[in-house]
């Protein structure tokens, strides 16, 4: 009776110590990978990436390992971080997770070519040639720009008669090279300058080139708005139009304005209609026929970008591939194209102004933002830089 009451008791310990080793709670190991870098150039958007599926483990079972998130390797991966995450399992149902970051930097636009970013519209057998003419880095600080590159002063420019857009005056002395750029100020007057027969409050600036710019170039700049009710813009017009040979054009890359005052001439002119909301963002381009004896005003435009121009410099670029296939850059992306209500083939001068508009007019200086600082007041250029395209 004891044997078998003994027996009994073993069996039943056995059993139990059978049930206790088949049940599994713990969880699998997963080692992952290092995060992982890697570079692509300016005109590229995505990299393929390869790399080992992480090696799980486990203390009784084989282990199944799953990509619950992220990309696939030898896929391609754009620019910025993606995070992998791959789930080991085991025969009992645990289960444990690991991550690793893929990070895909796009490498800086070479300075000795245009800006492009993700495409390179450059043909084949074509490569571009700086136009020096054209092209200025605005280098150290001086109360002077360049005089053999740039007009400054509107009473002595031939080929061009506005001194500004009322009650806005142009004034030399509010252009300057200053940190390694071109400020161009906007200021609101102590008391208002007689000009021209109207009394002038507030004074901007304007430069243009001496040097024509002509089909087949690129053309951009590196800009920040004013954080005033005036202007930042960077645009292109023909001198010395008439009605028999050259018709009287401008083209416009982008113009903005760094506040809105609400303050509004009426009636409103035409082409005014949607740019107070437009000029408050992104870039905004048109080409225009403007008025003359003979020939009425045209305008195409478009808009593009909720960035906002005075919060911080962006790349405003202009690829004026023929007379009638106009393109437009901003931070290096086309963002369109427009098709000119009249072919675009003669030379423009190479526009830069802060000024006023009539659907923006002063209304206070501490609203306006003119009291604000100097640097704040000024509409701000890093460069202008031109190329043409040569054979190689």
Partial sequence: MYFILSLIILLSACSKAEDTEMIDNIKPVLNCNADIT?????????AIVNFDIPIGTDNISNVTVTQIEGLSSGDEFPVGTTVNTFKASDA????????FNVT??????AEDKPYFIGSDPTPDGKTWVFV??????FEGDSENIDTNKWNPDPYNEPRFSWIGRFPGLFETDNIRIKNGELWMEGEKFESPKTVQ????????AIIRSEALLMPGTFCETKMKTTETIMS???WMSTPNADCNT??????DVTESIGTRSYVTKLPVEGWFENTAVNFRSGINATARQRSSSCLPAINKGKTASEAEPQADFHTYGFFWESPTELHFYFDGVKVFSIDPPTPFNDGMAITLAIETYDFNLPSNAEDDGFNKTLEERSTRYKYIRT???EDK
Avoid: M, Y
């Fill in 38 to 46: 890697q570079n692509i150039s300016a005109t590229e958007n995505v």
């Fill in 92 to 99: 009992s149902g645990n289960t444990t997770t690991c991550s």
């Fill in 104 to 109: 895909v930097i796009r490498d800086e636009p």
């Fill in 132 to 137: 020096d003419t054209l092209t200025d880095e």
């Fill in 197 to 204: 027969g109207e009394n002038w409050t507030h004074g901007g």
């Fill in 232 to 234: 930042g813009t960077f």
């Fill in 246 to 251: 050259v018709i009287k054009k401008e083209l």
């Fill in 387 to 389: 190329w043409s395209l």
